[in-house]
């Protein structure tokens, strides 16, 4: 299983990092997908990060957010800077049983609880 952590409330213009920790596997092996769902909005790609530690972050959030992993801890994080109203949403954290990315949600098995995250002043 994989469980996020991180999420808050943040004023536009802030930070936060998302944890996303895997129990049962070693992520090494798996490419891991940040996902996040607005109220009333279908569930969209964040950031994806590769097993060699490639990544690939949507347009909208490129040069704000950044994913990295841990190995040693199990664990990867999403660095989340420059903060906007619209980036409010439940977060969640996914692994996909293959070494590349993707920003596809149905290529991902393996789902986390999701953690909320709300941008407003």
């Known amino acids: 299983q994989v469980v996020e952590s991180g999420g808050g409330w943040v004023q536009p213009g802030g930070s936060l990092r998302l944890s996303c920790a895997a129990s049962?596997?070693?992520?090494?092996?798996?490419?891991i997908g940040w996902f996040r769902q607005a109220p009333g909005k279908e569930r969209e790609g964040v950031s994806c990060?590769?097993?060699?530690?490639?990544?690939y972050d949507a347009h909208s959030v490129q040069g704000r957010f950044t994913i990295s992993r841990d190995n040693a801890k199990n664990t990867v994080y999403l660095q989340m800077n420059s903060l906007k109203p619209e980036d409010t949403a439940v977060y969640y954290c996914?692994?996909?049983?293959?070494?590349?990315?993707?920003?596809?949600?149905?290529?991902?098995?393996?789902w986390g609880q999701g953690t909320q995250v709300t941008v407003s002043s």
């Open positions: 996914a692994a996909r049983a293959d070494p590349f990315c993707a920003l596809d949600a149905d290529k991902f098995a393996t």
């Open positions: 049962g596997f070693t992520l090494n092996y798996y490419a």
């Open positions: 990060i590769s097993s060699n530690g490639g990544t």
